[in-house]
Nanobody
Framework: QVQLVESGGGLVQPGGSLRLSCAAS????????MGWYRQAPGKQRELVAA???????NYADPVKGRFTISRDNAKNTVYLQMSSLKPEDTATYYC???????????????WGQGTQVTVSS
């Protein structure tokens, strides 16, 4: 069984910082793409940032220059460092990844359970 578990969400004041973590566990052969999405109440889920196995990254325009995505391949973990947080960053943040299992050798897309980030004074 492969699963993604997020941590690090919480309440932070505008201008503050948070670091989210997402660890993949199970019988994993390899992890290709890893990314973070978010969904605010009444809105569609949107991509925040993504990183490939080779380290290439891309960011949504609203978070460019404020958020940094990184990954530790040895730990099967992806991070999202969020700085200069704004109230509009308030959402549930979800980890997403394309993971190839050891057996059967197949690649599937997985989602974490989500972690709440609230930016408010």
């Amino acid at each position: 069984q492969v699963q993604l578990v997020e941590s690090g969400g919480g309440l932070v004041q505008p201008g503050g910082s948070l670091r989210l973590s997402c660890a993949a566990s199970g019988r994993i052969r390899s992890i290709n793409y890893m990314g973070w999405y978010r969904q605010a109440p009444g809105k569609q889920r949107e991509l925040v940032a993504a990183v490939t196995s080779g380290g290439s990254t891309n960011y949504a325009d609203p978070v460019k220059g404020r958020f940094t995505i990184s990954r530790d391949n040895a730990k099967n973990t992806v991070y999202l460092q969020m700085s200069s947080l704004k109230p509009e960053d308030t959402a549930t943040y979800y980890c997403n990844a394309d993971i190839t299992r050891i057996w059967p050798i197949e690649t599937r897309n997985y989602w974490g359970q989500g972690t709440q980030v609230t930016v408010s004074s």
